[in-house]
């Protein structure tokens, strides 16, 4: 089997999502942008692939997600402003967001599923493995998931997708894998996924969750992907071609996430992962938490 070898130094984040289900409040703000406690969601996805050593990262945008371009770029005027005060720790934190990583934004145009998204990649990832994260998924740092995918992939060649066990009633929302196990814990080899399968068709209970370190290979599978659910182009869809292989872009392997994860892709999700990080928060979390105690007794006593 012929590995890759070339450190992965790139992470493509597609952002170019409708938001569909946090309106209104995404009717001119991309959902990428609403608050998880005092930062935009797409920060932490940032900081994430930065963590990793991915510090050259693109964007798949589309309509109206301008304001992620000026949230990581430099503000003049409010740093400025903040200097003529003095106030050097929100001065940091402005300027924090535009000193990340080098980031680069493509449109996609058409919005024709995450599939479409990631060959919009292709001329800046070139014949490179790179990673996909998704924004909807946010994995804590103490949990360093991206940094594992990517030393799997170094080790096995072809392309790395995390993965999770749901309850089985839940696989139905997700991409499910088949899988057999390896030499280690974390690890398994796919060897089949479907998208988001009826019930009872599903081949496990492990869920496909929103990151990915792909072989380059990818992106010939994907123009050659016929629509899948929804009219899309699939990434499922591809991988699941690629899994079949062991050469030429193949094989797929999974790592099994058993940490922390907030999932911010609805709004109850949404609401309960910005009270976990406000909770552990050291500057918030005394406060809050002796608050939520509270408010929770009022209500079960009511």
């Given at each position: ?121 292709e ?12 924004g ?10 991206l ?24 696989i ?11 030499g ?24 496909v ?10 992106f ?28 030429h ?8 996430f ?12 949404y609401?309960?992962?910005i009270?976990r990080?406000?909770?552990?928060r ?7 938490r ?13």
């Open positions: 089997m012929t590995h890759s070898r070339t450190r992965i130094s790139k992470a493509v984040i597609p952002a170019a999502g409708l938001g569909t289900r946090f309106l209104p409040a995404t009717k001119a703000t991309p959902k990428e942008m609403l608050p998880v406690v005092d930062k935009p969601a797409i920060q932490y996805v940032v900081e994430e692939a930065v963590s990793a050593r991915l510090s050259d990262v693109l964007m798949i945008t589309g309509r109206n997600k301008r304001p992620l371009e000026d949230h990581f770029d430099r503000n003049y005027e409010l740093e400025e402003a903040l200097t003529r005060k003095g106030d050097e720790s929100r001065l940091a934190r402005v300027r924090e967001s535009s000193d990340l990583a080098t980031i680069h934004y493509v449109r996609q145009g058409d919005p024709r599923g995450l599939g479409h998204a990631v060959l919009c990649a001329p800046h990832v070139g014949d490179q493995p790179f990673a996909v994260l998704l909807d998924d946010l994995i804590d740092p103490r949990d360093p998931l940094a594992r995918m990517i030393d799997v992939q170094e080790q096995h060649g072809g392309s790395v997708i995390a993965l999770m066990e749901v309850d089985p009633a839940q139905h929302m997700y991409g499910s894998a088949a899988i057999v196990p390896t280690d814990r974390d690890v398994v080899r796919v060897t089949d996924l479907v998208e988001k399968p009826d019930t009872g068709q599903a081949p496990s209970s492990y869920a969750i929103g990151r990915y370190v792909l072989d380059p290979a990818v010939e599978v994907l123009k050659k992907t016929e629509p899948g659910r929804n009219g899309e182009i699939q990434l499922t869809d591809a991988l699941r071609e690629l899994s079949g292989r062991d050469v872009g193949g094989p797929v392997h999974g790592v099994v058993r940490g922390r994860r907030y999932d911010t892709g609805d709004r109850g999700d609401l309960r992962a009270v990080l406000a909770c552990e050291d500057d918030l979390g005394p406060e809050f002796s608050w939520l105690r509270s408010y929770v007794t009022e209500e079960m006593q009511e």
